[in-house]
């Protein structure tokens, strides 16, 4: 990369809700897991925008035995995602890098977006919510989810 200072390309699919729900409460292999899960509604719409589809990224969807991951572009078809990163502007970066910012956290925040984890709310870029988007607990009352 020349500009910018990480990015990452990673395939997901639109399922439904109540698909992924149902892999979801399946995977569950704890006591937190199920508590959790305890608090999605047994519904065919998700509980955040009442759309009845998630999108999944491919890690998530690999993650609750769901099939049907598409490929990412790139990588032969056999991963969830790739990251790019501008090692002329992190530390430990390219030799003559100005070190202005930091690499591993821009590695970490680049891997944690293949894997999954983050969210589409407020915009929703493609119309609905990813799996993360489910467990949004208001701040001030952790008991209740965040809607």
Known sequence: MTSGVGQSNTGFDNVS??????????????A????ADSFLPNSTTNPVNGSTTIDVKTAN???????????????????DGLIDLNTHVTDIGSPGSNG?????ATVEHEIDEVLGLGSSLPAMPFGTILP????????HRPSELHH
């Open 17 to 30: 809700y109540s698909t992924h729900l149902a892999a979801l409460k399946a995977d569950a292999t704890s």
């Open 100 to 104: 202005q910012f930091n690499l591993f």
């Open 32 to 35: 937190d897991d199920a508590t």
């Open 61 to 79: 969807l690999r993650a609750v035995g769901l099939s049907g991951a598409p490929v990412v572009a790139g990588c032969g078809g056999r991963c």
């Open 132 to 139: 993360e988007d489910l467990f949004r607990y208001d701040a």
